[in-house]
């Protein structure tokens, strides 16, 4: 069984100050890990993906997420908040022997103050 | 946006109305998909379909009805919806061709339904 646990729901940051949003993961072998941002209104727009490699992400929008093995984390970040990036972020796992079946998290709402 | 669309964008219906939502993908995909959203709840996988083919049922009623007539559309058929049904239903596709786990799945803008 594969599980994704966003432990915020909300997230409030000002604008310019670093935000991050924060993801934990549970797996049975090798980790594959999504980020997505939906805008009100909107379906999810794809941020980014860890396969392996390099345990920093870079992704859109500035937007960059740090895997971290020995905690099973793979928190959201950014140097410096947008007010244009309040949304609702979704963290998404799948595992290495598993096709196709993205298992998402219930997702935190950011909201960047002016 | 443009990469995958759904229409319509809203639907109100009735408890005994027929109505089928509509998605296509402009990507070249070969798999897509149909989830559920629901407020505060994690997506919920529907259907999975790859080369037309149904590859996944996540134990849906059978009031909702997926059909997959080519690789580019999908189409979800509602029937005798209750009203818990309500939600924000998302299509997305995906490259998929050999089940690779780091495929990435694209998403249009869903369909926000309204069961009476």
């Known amino acids: 069984a594969q599980s994704v646990a966003q432990p915020e729901d909300q997230v409030n940051v000002a604008e310019g100050n670093p935000l991050t949003v924060k993801c934990t993961y549970s797996v049975s072998g090798n980790p594959y890990l999504f980020w997505y941002v939906q805008y009100p209104n909107r379906g999810l727009q794809f941020l980014l993906k860890?396969?392996?490699?390099?345990?920093l992400v870079k992704g859109s929008y500035g937007f960059e997420a740090e895997f971290n093995k020995s905690q099973t984390s793979f928190h959201l970040k950014k140097p410096s908040a947008l007010v244009s990036d309040s949304a609702l972020y979704f963290c998404?796992?799948?595992?290495?022997?598993?096709?196709?079946?993205?298992?998402f998290g219930s997702g935190t709402q950011l909201t960047v103050l002016p | 946006e443009t990469g995958v669309t759904q229409t319509p964008r809203h639907l109100v219906m009735g408890m005994t109305n027929k109505k089928s939502l509509k998605c296509e993908q402009h990507l070249g995909h070969n798999a897509m998909y149909w989830y559920k959203q629901s407020a505060k709840k994690p997506l919920e996988l529907m259907f999975v379909y790859n080369f037309k083919e149904q590859t996944e049922n996540n134990s849906v009623p059978s009031r909702f009805s997926p059909e997959c007539p080519n690789s580019s559309h999908l189409f979800l058929h509602l029937h005798t919806l209750q009203p818990e049904d309500s939600a924000l239903y998302l299509c997305a596709s995906s490259q998929d061709a050999a089940g690779s786990p780091t495929d990435t799945q694209y998403f249009g803008p869903g369909t926000r339904l309204t069961v009476l």
């Open positions: 998404a796992v799948r595992a290495s022997g598993s096709a196709r079946q993205l298992t």
């Open positions: 860890y396969i392996t490699g390099d345990n």
